[in-house]
């Protein structure tokens, strides 16, 4: 058996304003980093070590996987950044409050963006510009994207950086998203296009799966901070 936990980041400010933020690179909010505070905590209650941790390139998530590592007592473990971990693209959504966007479009139009598997939100009118993503993408970076776009650029990453190393027993901790974690969520519990839709994952709750050596699921669990005892 092998676990893998997964934390969506901590509050960001687009959190607190009711934003879409996407691949906007937006920080953490007081409230966010001590959630993130908490989930190091929670962690490191449990007694799991890792050997690796998996996070996006946008600050969000970087940040909340150094504060967690650091509450963990495990800041030295080696941490892999990729943006195939990055939030779902929203697009020309991305800035907007959310309210706003349910007066301007409608409320059954933006349920559609936002939960629907195959929904892509109005797109960019030309990708950004952006000195992380050069390397690999070149100028082929999103301007929008679909739940389902999301799912087929992260699976290559679980397939081949994080499985492999789960079928050594080697635990991972993997920081992320929303959406991001919801994709991961959907391939690992089976979940399909439809019922992906009712699927939340609240900032700062980290999530364990403890796998078999087949990579199924053994058991999940929600971790949660422990009652002090009076």
């Not at 962690?43 to 690796?52: K, P």
């Not at 007592?73 to 080696?78: D, T």
């Not at 000195?131 to 999301?150: C, D, F, H, I, V």
Request: charged fraction near 25%; glycine fraction near 6%; include cysteine.
């Amino acid at each position: 058996m092998v676990e893998v936990v997964m934390v969506r980041h901590g509050e960001s400010l687009a959190n607190q304003n009711n934003e879409y933020t996407g691949w906007s690179d937006v920080p953490l909010t007081t409230a966010g980093m001590k959630e993130a505070e908490i989930a190091g905590t929670i962690i490191r209650d449990t007694g799991i070590c890792f050997s690796q941790v998996h996070t996006s390139v946008l600050k969000r998530a970087i940040i909340t996987s150094n504060i967690i590592m650091e509450e963990a007592n495990q800041l030295w473990v080696p941490i892999q950044k990729n943006w195939r971990l990055n939030e779902r693209h929203y697009g020309a959504l991305r800035g907007l409050n959310k309210d706003d966007t349910k007066r301007i479009y409608g409320r059954n139009q933006v349920a559609q963006w936002r939960r629907s598997y195959t929904a892509v939100p109005p797109k960019l009118d030309a990708p950004d510009s952006d000195r992380r993503y050069k390397q690999q993408l070149g100028n082929k970076l999103p301007t929008a994207e679909s739940l389902k776009m999301a799912f087929e650029r992260i699976l290559p990453y679980w397939q081949d950086v994080i499985a492999p190393e789960l079928r050594q027993g080697k635990n991972q901790l993997i920081v992320a998203h929303g959406s991001t974690l919801r994709a991961l969520i959907k391939y690992l519990e089976a979940i399909s296009d439809s019922d992906i839709d009712g699927v939340e994952v609240p900032n700062g709750e980290p999530i364990l799966y403890t796998l078999n050596n087949d990579l199924t699921i053994k058991n999940k669990q929600i971790l949660v901070q422990k009652k002090k005892q009076q």
